[in-house]
């Protein structure tokens, strides 16, 4: 029966944003840990639990019109919907439960990927601000044949063949 189907990709589907959860913890904690050396390997694991949720994601749009059809609902009922429309009473909990998590999953992973954007931008400012403190500050340390320092002091090198 599709709805069976249908409710085993549900849980698949769980399953893969609990990884992303994960995944996008790990790579907070990297980020608030400075070790972001191992940064571009945590994003790396991001974005491949992202290309396995499209697929599950695709896999579970399909079965879902199979079942909406089969209830008598347009192809694209939402979930919601099919929870609302289930002839059997426990379908329609199974399918207001899955709801109810998948939302709060959601949530959850948006507010990580806000949070983990943000340790992100400050890094990057940050970096900026060390790099512009490597600048030399008015040529600071170059002097002139008067001892004097500044951008009319610079060094020079004269070639000595001419």
Do not use: C
Request: glycine share 6%.
């Amino acid at each position: 029966m599709a709805i069976h189907e249908l409710s085993a990709l549900l849980w698949r589907e769980r399953e893969l944003l609990d990884v992303l959860t994960f995944k996008l913890e790990e790579e907070q904690l990297l980020l608030t840990s400075g070790k972001s050396r191992w940064l571009a390997h945590g994003t790396k694991e991001v974005e491949q639990v992202l290309a396995h949720l499209s697929k599950a994601s695709l896999a579970r749009t399909i079965e879902a019109a199979v079942v909406a059809e089969t209830w008598g609902l347009p192809t694209d009922a939402t979930l919601g919907e099919l929870a609302g429309a289930a002839p059997e009473g426990a379908w329609s909990e199974v399918l207001t439960a899955h709801l109810n998590a998948l939302t709060r999953q959601t949530a959850l992973i948006k507010e990580l990927r806000d949070s983990n954007e943000q340790y992100l931008r400050t890094a990057v400012r940050s970096t900026q601000e060390s790099l512009a403190d490597l600048r030399p500050a008015a040529a600071a340390g170059i002097y002139d044949a008067q001892g004097r320092t500044g951008d009319a002091a610079g060094s020079r090198f004269f070639d000595q063949q001419f």
